[in-house]
């Protein structure tokens, strides 16, 4: 019997380079809707304009670098209307990736209050709601939990003092923003050719990484908590996206041999001498998580 493997045309680095010089366009990536829920060209103004009010959570799509996309569009989330309930009133914030703050808010159920857009400048239209309903244009701040959850220009709440995040935070630019992060996710282009791409290893200062993770998560693993202070060989650090080359802290995630030998295309660390020898000393580790799952 003959094994053919099936190639991922858009996985592949020589397929996507081969497609891109045909000119040949991508259809939208499963996840990001079908072709008749994306935006016709009236919509997408909107969202660059005055936003389009969300009114159901699962039109809101979560990337796996934390951003937010709306129906193949990426974007950012603010609260519009609000109570005036003193002329100085604090303004709200906009948000640009999934942080604890909108966590907070899909928890408590609250996600009809949020407009989703994409606008070039910081300008957002805001009701002020009162005795006598008013809109404005008001220049909105970045959520600084934002910023934190997605590493901008190496934001970090532990780490930086508050002048310091404040500077980033009066200088944060969207168009900065959407230029790192296109808005069109459906024409994104690849990062490498199949000349360019870097070899996805480890890189020089892996250890370095791998250190500082171990001391701030103090030597537990993320998945099935158990402390390895005491036998630090035991805990690996994962790359969440599979590129060994991004190491940001929120794609590192600190596992136990077992919790890592079960993460997907990692079979090949299961039935080897050092697999066996962490079972014999701590057990099963990954299975006590999905038999608690469930």
């Not at 942080?99 to 949020?114: E, G, I, Q």
């Not at 250190?211 to 693993?221: D, G, M, V, Y």
């Not at 599979?242 to 590192?252: A, P």
């Amino acid at each position: 019997m003959i094994k053919l493997k099936i190639i991922n045309p858009i996985d592949d680095p020589f397929l996507s380079e081969l497609r891109f010089r045909m000119g040949a366009k991508l259809l939208p990536k499963l996840g990001h809707g079908k072709l008749t829920e994306l935006l016709d060209p009236e919509a997408i103004r909107a969202l660059g304009k005055e936003g389009i009010l969300l009114d159901d959570l699962d039109q809101l799509k979560i990337e796996k670098d934390k951003t937010l996309s709306f129906k193949g569009q990426r974007v950012v989330v603010y609260i519009r209307d609000h109570n005036r309930v003193r002329e100085d009133q604090s303004l709200p914030k906009f948000h640009i990736s999934y942080c604890k703050v909108l966590d907070t808010m899909k928890t408590n159920n609250r996600w009809h209050r949020y407009v989703v857009a994409n606008p070039d400048n910081e300008i957002f239209i805001i009701n002020w709601i009162g005795n006598k309903t008013t809109t404005h244009s008001e220049k909105l701040n970045v959520c600084q939990t934002c910023l934190d959850a997605i590493e901008w220009e190496n934001f970090s709440f532990s780490s930086m003092k508050k002048n310091s995040r404040l500077n980033i935070v009066e200088e944060f630019k969207l168009k900065n923003f959407f230029d790192k992060y296109p808005k069109d996710l459906l024409s994104v282009l690849p990062k490498y050719t199949v000349d360019t791409a870097p070899l996805n290893d480890y890189t020089e200062d892996f250890e370095i990484h791998r250190q500082k993770i171990l001391a701030e998560r103090k030597s537990i693993c993320d998945y099935c908590s158990l402390k390895l202070s005491s036998d630090t060989r035991w805990l690996n650090v994962h790359h969440e996206n599979g590129d060994k080359t991004d190491n940001r802290s929120s794609n590192l995630t600190l596992l136990c041999y077992d919790c890592h030998a079960n993460q997907p295309y990692h079979g090949h660390m299961k039935g080897i001498n050092r697999h066996s020898e962490f079972i014999t000393k701590y057990g099963f580790r990954f299975n006590l998580i999905v038999d608690f799952k469930n």
